[in-house]
């Protein structure tokens, strides 16, 4: 059973911010929220990781409310090459659940 | 390069035939994972090593698969008598342990499996 719920796809323009919610409403105290990328025949790539607040590192932003029991995805500016599958997990008791994911297509 | 890496990268096998993998982590990792994909679905995890012991494999894991990682480095993943069903990509990953429950894994390129 998937620990994390994410939308199955969304579409986006190029130049546009790309928000991704990810509900995580059992996460448990110790646990760390991390997203990771993924391009086709690709090992999944590791974007961004927090806990709580904001967090924001060159390629994205991880916004995380009090609760924990969500958070959001932000990709600045997004290009065709940020198409790919997106997949948010907690680290910790669900470290290894990663769901579906959420596939992103950026049009031109 | 000092990433992730994988041998082979694609194997096609007959039913039937055991099939082995090897999976090399990043030198200073002391985790490391094993995951299987298939088209359309996340990964799948498989196992867990932490330096050389084995402590987590899933429920899912069939007495067919075995893993092992006899020094704390590479890792192999045996499938034995390998079922149409078996077909997938087969991930690696490892990462650094640290303090708390933070854990970033680096992912190798997967070893792509078709058994016909």
């Known amino acids: 059973l998937a620990k994390t719920t994410q939308p199955i796809s969304m579409d986006s323009y190029e130049g546009q911010e790309v928000n991704i919610t990810c509900s995580h409403n059992?996460?448990?105290?110790?646990?760390?929220i991390t997203w990771y990328q993924q391009f086709p025949s690709q090992g999944p790539r590791f974007i961004i990781q927090?806990?709580?607040t904001k967090v924001t590192n060159e390629v994205a932003s991880l916004f995380i409310p009090a609760d924990r029991k969500s958070s959001t995805l932000s990709l600045p500016r997004v290009s065709l090459s940020d198409t790919a599958v997106y997949y948010c997990?907690?680290?910790?008791?669900?470290?290894?659940?990663f769901g579906t994911g959420t596939r992103l297509k950026v049009l031109a | 390069d000092t990433g992730v890496s994988q041998d082979p990268r694609h194997k096609i096998t007959k039913r039937g035939q055991n099939v082995t993998f090897r999976c090399d982590p990043i030198?200073?990792?002391?985790?490391l994972y094993w995951y299987r994909q298939t088209l359309g679905q996340g990964p799948e995890f498989l196992t867990y090593?932490?330096?050389?012991?084995?402590?987590?494999k899933s429920r899912l894991l069939s007495d067919r698969f075995s893993a092992e990682r006899p020094k704390g480095s590479f890792s192999t993943l045996e499938i034995q008598r390998t079922e149409q069903g078996d077909s997938a990509m087969y991930l690696c990953?490892?990462?650094?342990?640290?303090?708390?429950?933070?854990?970033?894994?680096?992912f190798g390129p997967g070893t792509r499996l078709t058994v016909t």
């Open positions: 990953a490892s990462s650094r342990a640290v303090g708390g429950e933070s854990d970033e894994q680096y």
């Open positions: 059992n996460i448990a105290t110790n646990d760390y």
């Open positions: 927090g806990y709580k």
């Open positions: 997990l907690g680290t910790g008791t669900y470290k290894y659940i």
């Open positions: 030198s200073e990792h002391n985790r």
């Open positions: 090593f932490q330096n050389e012991a084995q402590l987590e």
